[in-house]
T-cell receptor, first 114, second 115 residues
Framework: GDSVTQMEGPVTLSEEAFLTINCTYT??????LFWYVQYPGEGLQLLLK???ADDKGSNKGFEATYRKETTSFHLEKGSVQVSDSAVYFC?????????????WGLGTSLAVNP | DTEVTQTPKHLVMGMTNKKSLKCEQH?????MYWYKQKAKKPPELMFV???????INESVPSRFSPECPNSSLLNLHLHALQPEDSALYLC??????????????FGPGTRLTVT
């Protein structure tokens, strides 16, 4: 079945450092890909999405490019802030299957120190 | 308005109590979801309503009973819960355009503790 694999955390960075959180997927169809963020004590927020190969999603300084050849959707940010400390989830929905179900990665916890 | 609201924010209940969680959205979305999330884990899908009809039940125990009174409202009725049911319960909604790029919008969740 479809699956999402994220790099294990926790990731600890200093403010203004470069961030990469790796995400790879397996899917039988042509999935749409998402990054969600969960700040401490809150629900999940959609951070960005991409729906086809080579699409780049971007929001709040975060970017991720849908790479079909490497089945990846890595999240990047050029300069992190303390306020970016959160858990980041990579997810997909399968175009060929039940598109109401999100397949989730296990999440990557990010801590940014001042 | 891209907001999904949930009440209550926190709930403590005994194993013999009956309580309900409520969720509301005013984005015109036609699909609504209940998820359960344990600490430091991804959310687990429980139920999906599409156009006010239950379309997915992920083999959830009958002590959880969903209800969709109209396209904007979603309830989760709780009865005879177990301590292991303590978790963050998240509601979400999506346009349900029948396309895989339909993003889901989540509420802030209800933190449930079963004593």
């Amino acid at each position: 079945g479809d699956s999402v694999t994220q790099m294990e955390g926790p990731v600890t960075l200093s403010e203004e450092a470069f961030l990469t959180i790796n995400c790879t997927y397996t899917a039988t169809g042509y999935p749409s890909l998402f990054w969600y963020v969960q700040y401490p004590g809150e629900g999940l927020q959609l951070l960005l999405k991409a729906t086809k190969a080579d699409d780049k999603g971007s929001n709040k300084g975060f970017e991720a490019t849908y790479r079909k050849e490497t089945t990846s959707f890595h999240l990047e940010k050029g300069s992190v802030q303390v306020s970016d400390s959160a858990v980041y989830f990579c997810a997909l929905t399968d175009n060929a299957g039940n598109n109401r179900k999100l397949i989730w990665g296990l999440g990557t916890s990010l801590a940014v120190n001042p | 308005d891209t907001e999904v609201t949930q009440t209550p924010k926190h709930l403590v209940m005994g194993m013999t109590n009956k309580k309900s969680l409520k969720c509301e959205q005013h984005m015109g979305h036609r699909a609504m979801y209940w998820y359960k999330q344990k600490a430091k884990k991804p959310p687990e899908l429980m139920f999906v309503y599409s156009y006010e009809k239950l379309s997915i039940n992920e083999s959830v125990p009958s002590r959880f009973s969903p209800e969709c009174p109209n396209s904007s409202l979603l309830n989760l009725h709780l009865h005879a819960l177990q301590p292991e049911d303590s978790a963050l319960y998240l509601c979400a909604s999506s346009p349900d355009r029948g396309r895989s790029n339909d993003e889901q919008y989540f509420g802030p969740g209800t933190r449930l503790t079963v004593t």
